[in-house]
């Protein structure tokens, strides 16, 4: 499999980030592109790095092992996807940011890790905003007591909140689950006497509507290099 067409799936990627944000009145540098790289070889990294891109995102902490040990230049690593408990202490030790904490057992373990390691964790909470039974994530009601808990580990860094929107949901209705992340963080921060400045949001079907709703971090990987078997 060749990898060509990421340079140029890259710039159109960018260039839209920038048009949505630009849209809203933001700066498109207040939207950074995670470009997600998991189940691809690293020769898709590379292609990407060639073409100037250094965050990169993956859902599995094996996976992510695997392509951090390859990578011979530092790039900058971001673990989405599920994490069971017991893989916490090698995801701390490998990601620069994880989007999917998902429960206080998980920020727990996170935060023995980190503290181990003599590192703070940069985390994000991953929320079921709609609510299908299918998706991982805390519900709305947990949220708060969930961060108040992690606000009290020295060891972890809470940057913001993670949602991802229901396959198949229209642009209408992903717009509402991203601005109802978006409240939330709002009275949250205001809750904790907090900045949480990241919204991870937004994907290559829906990432445009997740920027105009304020998404920071945007997750794409088959609208960068293709899709996946
Ligand atoms: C795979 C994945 C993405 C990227 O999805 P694309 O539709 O390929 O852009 C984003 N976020 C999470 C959590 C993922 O698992």
Do not use: C, Y
């Not at 409240?183 to 920027?211: Q, Y």
């Amino acid at each position: 499999m060749g990898f060509d067409h990421v340079k140029t799936n890259l710039e159109k990627t960018l260039e839209r980030i920038s048009l949505a944000a630009e849209r809203v009145g933001r700066s498109p540098d207040e939207v950074v592109l995670v470009a997600v790289s998991k189940t691809f070889p690293f020769e898709a990294v590379e292609a990407a790095a060639a073409a100037g891109q250094r965050i990169f995102g993956e859902n599995r902490v094996q996976e992510l092992a695997a392509k951090v040990e390859t990578a011979t230049e530092k790039f900058e690593w971001h673990l989405i996807g599920h994490l069971q408990s017991n893989k916490a202490g090698k995801a701390v030790r490998l990601a620069d940011m994880i989007h999917s904490v998902d429960s206080s057992k998980l920020a727990a373990r996170i935060a023995t890790a980190a503290r181990d390691l003599g590192i703070v964790s940069k985390i994000l909470l991953e929320v079921n905003v709609s609510g299908e039974k299918s998706k991982f994530g805390l519900s709305s009601s947990d949220v708060k007591s969930v961060a108040e808990a992690i606000m009290a580990e020295e060891s972890l860094e809470l940057r913001g909140l993670m949602t991802m929107a229901p396959f198949g949901a229209s642009e209408l209705e992903s717009r509402q689950i991203f601005s109802t992340l978006r409240g939330m963080r709002d009275v949250l921060e205001t809750a904790l006497g907090v900045a949480l400045p990241e919204l991870s949001m937004g994907m290559s079907s829906d990432f445009e509507p997740a920027i105009l709703e304020g998404a920071t971090l945007v997750r794409i990987g088959t609208a960068i290099f293709g899709d996946r078997n």
